[in-house]
């Protein structure tokens, strides 16, 4: 365990699931701390005022229509995504990487902002979805697909861990290409409510976790999740052997992470 993990150990942040919003949580942790960084930030997916997507038999989808995901504007989502970013990296240590998964609505401004903070993007893995929700407007091709951008913290440190005999398990071929198929969260993965509601709108399947800390980190290392859901990357990495330290800033979500995590 490095010094600032150890720090981070004292100040009560090791394995641990912080309630609040991830900017100011992270400003309190201490520099170069954490191995490995998943962050799967708002995707800003809102739809205009009043405006809804109905399926062909009239019903409307339950899309993402949380708080946590609404911003003013794209300069405003960029101010976002710059701060949380500039902080992260700022805990990193330099051998760090950090996977930022997102759509095509989001994916591509994060990847800007990754690389004008001096990240070094190492690869883009697409997540191809075996059970992609339809496009019921039938009017653009069906989103199969999520982008996932792998980067090192420091450009110049080759020591950033990867696990290439496990990666060629994956992906296309023999190669280890970066395209994974997985399935969308379903079935009892899927976490509900009190009402048997999906709890969490984007809910990451665990096998998407799996590949990304087994691949990139190694048993006692740190992995953070800036943006907890409903745990997923620290119920992963708590199974996987690996320390966690995960923030959410959503009280709805905690109990169920708490449950989920006690589980373990």
């Not at 365990?1 to 609040?20: P, R």
């Not at 009239?58 to 701060?83: I, N």
């Not at 949380?84 to 700022?90: D, G, I, P, Q, Y």
Request: glycine residues 8%; aromatic residues 10%.
């Amino acid at each position: 365990m490095s010094e600032s993990t150890k720090k981070l150990a004292e100040l009560g942040f090791l394995d641990k699931l912080v309630l609040g919003d991830a900017i100011d949580v992270l400003k309190g942790l201490p520099d170069q701390c954490v191995d490995l960084v998943f962050a799967d930030p708002p995707y800003n997916l809102q739809l205009k005022e009043g405006k809804k997507l109905i399926r062909w038999n009239r019903t409307v989808v339950d899309g993402v229509k949380e708080d946590w995901d609404r911003f003013a504007s794209f300069e405003d989502y960029d101010r976002f995504t710059v701060a949380w970013l500039t902080e992260v990296r700022r805990v990193m240590r330099p051998h760090a990487t950090i996977w930022a998964i997102g759509t095509y609505h989001n994916i591509y401004r994060i990847g800007k902002a990754m690389q004008d903070l001096g990240f070094w993007i190492l690869n883009d893995v697409i997540w191809l979805k075996t059970n992609p929700v339809p496009n019921f407007l039938k009017v653009r091709f069906t989103n199969a697909t999520e982008t996932l951008i792998w980067a090192v913290r420091d450009r110049n440190d080759k020591r950033y861990y990867f696990d290439k005999a496990l990666a060629k398990k994956f992906g296309i071929g023999k190669v280890g290409a970066n395209v994974w198929e997985i399935p969308l969260c379903i079935g009892k993965q899927r976490l509900k409510d009190g009402d048997g509601v999906k709890l969490h709108s984007t809910q990451k399947p665990e096998r998407l976790l799996e590949r990304v800390i087994q691949i990139s980190s190694k048993p006692g290392d740190l992995v953070l999740d800036p943006f907890a859901g409903t745990g997923t990357t620290a119920f992963v990495a708590k199974r996987l052997g690996r320390n966690f330290l995960t923030i959410e800033k959503n009280p709805r979500y905690i109990p169920y992470i708490e449950k989920r995590l006690g589980s373990l």
